[in-house]
């Protein structure tokens, strides 16, 4: 792991905070392998980094002030964990949902792992969905 590594991620996260999602895919190009393995239970029609840009492309579109903000971040090796806090106002369609113009924050954990070129080949996340889903009226709020 390599401090060229970390600033190439948050670069990423950089341009996705900024809402500049054709830079936010080119920079995707360039940090993870064209074969990644995105381990995460969505239902996505396509693979590989492909799969990557549509999990932007798609929270950009629902939440265009959609904002990142890393509380952790832990490296190991070849492994890369962030904890994360997700901002945004619901503006687009998300998950078949109109938008709400609701403010929504959720928390997220992912694990990286890259291969030997430095690049992205696989993560594994796990994002508060029960959350955005309370959030936008989905699901009833839990009353203590």
Not at 8 to 28: F, H, P, S, T, W
Not at 98 to 115: A, C, H
């Amino acid at each position: 792991m390599t401090t060229d590594n970390l600033s190439a991620l948050d670069r990423v996260q950089a341009a996705v905070n900024n809402g500049e999602l054709d830079l936010a895919l080119k920079l995707i190009d360039e940090v993870c392998a064209p074969d990644m393995i995105l381990s995460t239970p969505l239902k996505l029609p396509v693979s590989g980094v492909e799969a990557q840009k549509v999990v932007f492309r798609i929270l950009l579109s629902a939440f265009p002030d959609l904002h990142i903000e890393t509380e952790d971040r832990l490296v190991d090796g070849d492994k890369i964990v962030y904890r994360n806090v997700v901002t945004g106002t619901h503006r687009g369609t998300y998950m078949g949902v109109e938008p709400t113009g609701k403010k929504i924050t959720y928390n997220e954990i992912f694990i990286v792992r890259l291969d030997e070129s430095g690049r992205i080949a696989q993560t594994w996340g796990v994002v508060d969905t029960a959350a955005q889903m309370r959030q936008l009226g989905l699901i009833p709020e839990i009353k203590h």
